[in-house]
C-alpha cells in the first residue's frame, strides 16, 4: 500500500490509531508473499468500475499491466487517474482501445507481449438492458470470450480470472451460499456468466494446463479512498448504491425500497456488499495463487463477497450517516426474483487464495460518498 492510500484511508476515521490497524489488516487480507513485480497481465474491461481498483493494486505490486477496453461503459480517463495513485508505477501500464469480439486485435496483443494471465472483466451487465437485448449480451459477453479464448490458446497462455457472479446462484434456498450450490441464472446476463463458466471448466478439461480461476462476486460497492476513482454508470444506476449516490448528489430525487415486507429483521432484502478494494485484492490474491502453484491450480471457483449480509434500510442509515444528509426513499412492492436474503460462504476463498474482504460497510459507505462528492457527475462531469 503506497503512502497516499494509507493517508486517505486512515484520515478520515481513526485519526490516531488507523494508520497501525490499516495496516495490519491488509496484510492479514493477502496472506501469499508471492511477488508479481515484471509479470505482464492483460486485463480486459480494465477501465471499468472493477477494472480500474484491481489495476491500481496491481501496479502495485509492479505489474506491468496491459488495459484493454473497448469504453463501451466507461473511459481512459479512469486509467489516467489510477496511474496517478499508482506511486510512480503508472509507466507500468498501457491502455489500448479495444473489442474483445476483435480476435486479431487480440492476437497482436498476445504477439507484442508475454502475457503471464489474463484478468477477464470484460462484459456488459445490466440484467434489465440483458432481458430486452439479450443477442447483444449473448453476443459481447459469450462470443468475446470465446474469441479471447482463441487468441489465448494460439498465444499459449493458459491462465484466466474470470469475472462471475452471485447471480449464478438464481434464487438460493438457503444461505450462505457455498460454491458447491446448484448454479441457475434468472435472465440472460445471468445465462452468460453461468454460461462462461460451463465454457471455462470444458476449457480446462479439454487441457488441464489451463489455469481457470472463476471469482463469483457478491454486490461491490465503495471506491477507491482516495475519492478519485469509483463507479460510474451510464444511465440509471442497476444497483442500490450507485442510486444511493446519485439520490445524495441531487441527480434522481428518491430511492424506490423494493419490498418491506421479507422476512428479515426490517422487512427489506439483505445482500453481501463488498468494498471494491477488497475485491481488487482478491484478484491479486488469485493472480498470486497461479504464480505460487507454477500454473497448475486447475479450475478453481470461488466466491468473494464478505460473509455478512446488510439490509437496505441498514445500507442507507451508513450512507446517511457518511453523507451527512437523508435520502428521501419511497417503499414500493417487490420486483420478481429477488431473494430475502443472499450472502457468501467465505472459508474457501480464504483457504485457497489467503485472501477475505476486511473493510465494513461504513467504510464502503464513506468511500462511496467520499467518490460521490468529489464527482457528483462521474468522470465526464457531465449529466448523461
Ligand atoms: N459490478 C457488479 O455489481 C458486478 C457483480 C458481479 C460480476 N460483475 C462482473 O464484473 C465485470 C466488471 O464489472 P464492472 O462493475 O467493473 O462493470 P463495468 O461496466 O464498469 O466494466 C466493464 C468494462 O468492460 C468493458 N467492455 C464491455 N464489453 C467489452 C468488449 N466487448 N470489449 C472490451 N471491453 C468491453 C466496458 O467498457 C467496461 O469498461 C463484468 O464482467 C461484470 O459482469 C460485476
Known sequence: MDKMEKFFTTRKRFPAFSLCIHIERRNSAVHSHMSLSGKTVLVTGAAGYIGSHTCLQLLKEECKV?????????????????????????????????????GEKLDEVFEAN????????????????????????YENNINGTVVLLKSMVKAKCKSIIFSSSATVYGEPKTVPCTEEFETSALN???????????ILTDQHASDNEWNC????????VGAHPSGEIGEDPKGIP????????????GRRPELSVFGTDYDTKDGTGRRDYIHVVDLA?????????IAKENGKCGRIVVNLGTGKSTSVLELVGAFEKAA?????????????????????????????????????????????????????????????
Open 238 to 249: 442497476n444497483n442500490l448504491m450507485p442510486f444511493v449516490q446519485q439520490v445524495a448528489v
Open 188 to 198: 440472460p446476463y445471468g445465462k452468460t456468466k453461468l454460461f462462461i463458466e460451463h
Open 114 to 137: 508475454e502475457i503471464f494471465a489474463v484478468i477477464h472483466f470484460a462484459g456488459l451487465k445490466a440484467v434489465g438492458e440483458s432481458v430486452s437485448k439479450p443477442l447483444r449480451y
Open 324 to 384: 451527512g444528509k437523508k435520502i428521501p426513499m419511497k417503499m414500493v412492492a417487490r420486483r420478481p426474483g429477488d431473494a430475502a436474503e443472499v450472502y457468501a460462504k467465505t472459508d474457501l476463498a480464504y483457504e485457497i487464495l489467503g485472501w477475505r474482504a476486511e473493510k465494513t460497510i461504513e467504510e464502503c459507505c464513506v468511500d462511496q460518498w467520499n467518490w460521490a462528492s468529489k464527482n457528483p457527475y462521474g468522470y465526464s462531469g457531465k449529466e448523461d
Open 213 to 220: 480461476l472463476i471469482l463469483r462476486y457478491f454486490n461491490p
Open 66 to 102: 496491459i488495459a484493454y477496453d473497448n469504453l463501451d461503459n466507461s473511459s481512459f480517463e479512469s486509467l489516467e487517474r489510477v496511474k496517478r495513485l499508482s506511486g510512480g508505477n503508472g509507466n507500468l501500464m498501457t491502455s489500448i482501445e479495444g473489442d474483445i469480439l476483435d
Open 281 to 289: 485484492d482478491g484478484h491479486v490474491a488469485a493472480l498470486k495463487k
